[in-house]
């Protein structure tokens, strides 16, 4: 064998490696990737999903890491499988909501109606944001998938922008979680400057209790109105409703568990490592992302203040005031903003409890971000 | 020398009328020989005496491989219309010929359109959920009044 053979040879194994085909901005992704790993471990901030999110993020930025292309054979590498399966079909925002579903007691909604119109309310932030992100020259559908941010509903913001810009998805998706893992954050100051203190100190009457017939009927009349009037906002509804109905049965606890507990989690699994390695260096680092970064807080404040402006607008027509300080839990999130109100109520006043007079717009957050996104995806897709 | 300057210019002249035949208007070709009804800033109508699938089928061509563009069927229009950042937001091709042919309408890109949309569906939001308030409201009080009728009953 002669040099240039060993040469070659050494030269071949060297082409292989990452450190040959290194690039420097990939060390930002890293620095990204660790920051969400922080997030999660270290501030416990959505650790479900930011974990495996920041390490699908460092995972992916690594050169000739086979993740998320195709082999020769012309087969999806593994992340790209569970993206292309996961995602692009639209699975897991839909089981996730399966689970949700089999998670949620929507009894102080249905005990308090009046807390859906909160929910719509709520809604504001989306629209405000669509508008201020098309200012920004992205495209409508673009605007439509950075406005549902706000929603803070994570699978509703996945399914919406990998329909209408998936391109998108990583920072989106990104964007949501972490601003619904800072809900305890963004949200007290903006409640505070919106409410004065005597409002803050409004007791609301004690829920009726709610019949299991009710319940039951619950997920049935609201699949049934969402598919009247928003069928393409029905494969996420549709299963969440059933999520709930399975919940409110009785009769399907094995499904119910399995639901709620390895579906949900294994789907979670797929979900933060897929959105994570949606973002290469190549893709993230450009002004869009930090963009929607930015436009994604404001949408969120304008959900909180559209919350709390609805509660305001509806006490000047109710005799039985409602506490506008559970208006910002109409921003979904559940049920962290719901928390966020009990607690600022109870530093207003030690003995007001608001937790479950606020999951009421809490849920119906839930329904309105899902209604807007149907709205979206009526008008675009 | 002189009447070979007046013939080439005459030559470039022709050349460029036929070259150049085709009108845009923000960027989207108005069909041939159309008949201008109304043209301003933001709109455009013209009539044409081509069927609405040729006319269809020109747009169609003339739109191939571009992104963001939705075609949607209406019972009396075919709509076009754009998602993207272009200049133009819509081009209406109606079904019905009128006396002198097919009417299309091409519309600008407008703040009105985005925003007034916006409200409507920001509305609809409303709609959706007062309509599920609605619902629960009824069944909830049709519920309670079965139960109290029930419990009276066993009480009896």
Redesign the interface.
């Known amino acids: 064998m002669t040099f240039n053979e060993i040469m070659d040879m050494l030269r071949g194994i060297i082409y292989t490696t990452g450190i040959f085909n290194f690039d420097f901005r990939i060390v930002i992704m890293w620095g990204v990737a660790s920051f969400f790993i922080y997030l999660a471990i270290v501030k416990k901030f959505e650790p479900l999903l930011l974990l495996p999110i920041g390490f699908g993020i460092f995972i992916v930025n690594f050169p000739l890491v086979p993740l998320m292309g195709y082999s020769h054979q012309g087969y999806p590498e593994l992340i790209r499988a569970f993206y292309h399966y996961g995602l692009e079909w639209e699975i897991i925002p839909c089981v996730i909501f399966l689970g949700l579903g089999a998670m949620t007691d929507f009894g102080p909604?249905?005990a308090n109606?009046?807390t859906?119109?909160i929910?719509?309310?709520a809604?504001?932030g989306v629209?405000v944001t669509?508008?201020g992100t098309?200012l920004a020259?992205f495209?409508?559908?673009e605007a439509a998938s950075v406005g549902i941010i706000g929603g803070a509903d994570g699978p509703t913001t996945v399914y919406l922008t990998q329909l209408l810009a998936p391109q998108l998805l990583g920072p989106n998706a990104l964007a949501a979680y972490s601003y619904m893992a800072m809900v305890p954050i963004i949200q007290p100051p903006i409640m505070r400057l919106l409410t004065s203190e005597e409002e803050r100190k409004i007791r609301m009457k004690q829920l009726r209790p709610v019949?299991k017939?009710?319940k039951i009927?619950?997920p049935l009349?609201?699949a049934g109105?969402?598919a009247l009037?928003?069928p393409s906002v029905v494969p996420l509804m549709g299963m969440f409703m059933l999520g709930n109905l399975m919940k409110e049965s009785g009769v399907v606890n094995r499904l119910v568990e399995t639901a709620q507990g390895s579906l949900m989690n294994i789907c979670t699994i797929f979900l933060g490592v897929s959105v994570g390695a949606t973002m290469t260096a190549d893709r993230f680092l450009s002004w869009k992302p930090l963009f929607i970064f930015g436009l994604g807080l404001l949408d969120f404040a304008v959900c909180t203040a559209g919350g709390i402006f609805t509660v305001k607008i509806m006490n000047m027509f109710l005799k039985d005031k409602i506490n506008p300080l559970i208006g910002s839990a109409g921003v979904s999130a559940v049920p962290m903003s719901a928390r966020v109100s009990e607690l600022e109520g109870l530093k207003a006043d030690k003995r007001n409890h608001l937790l479950m007079h606020a999951m009421g717009p809490n849920l119906?957050g839930v329904?309105?971000s899902a209604?807007?996104a149907?709205?979206?995806i009526a008008?675009?897709h | 020398m002189k009447k070979m300057l007046i013939i080439s210019i005459t030559f470039i002249l022709i050349f460029q009328n036929i070259g150049f035949s085709e009108i845009y208007f923000l960027g989207i070709p108005v069909i041939p020989n159309a008949r201008i009804i109304k043209k301003d800033t933001k709109r455009i109508e013209f009539v044409c005496n081509i069927s609405h699938d040729k006319i269809l089928q020109f747009y169609k061509k003339f739109l191939k491989g571009k992104k963001?563009i939705?075609i949607r069927e209406w019972k009396n229009a075919t709509y076009i219309e754009d998602?993207?950042?272009r200049k133009w937001h819509s081009i209406t091709i109606y079904r019905k010929s009128i006396q002198t042919g097919t009417l299309v309408i091409i519309k600008k890109d407008s703040w009105t359109w985005?925003?007034g949309?916006?409200?409507l569906?920001?509305v609809?939001?409303?709609?959706?959920?007062?309509?599920?308030?609605i619902?629960?409201?009824l069944?909830?009080k049709i519920?309670?009044a079965i139960?109290k009728r029930m419990e009276s009953k066993q009480e009896a």
């Open positions: 909604l249905i109606p009046k859906l119109i929910g719509a309310g809604q504001l629209f669509f508008t098309v020259g495209t409508l559908k019949s017939k009710e009927l619950f009349i609201t109105i969402i009037l928003v119906a329904i309105g209604a807007a149907g709205m979206f008008m675009f | 963001d939705k998602d993207g950042n985005i925003i949309t916006l409200i569906r920001f609809g939001v409303f709609v959706v959920l007062m309509t599920l308030l619902a629960l409201s069944s909830g519920i309670s139960v």
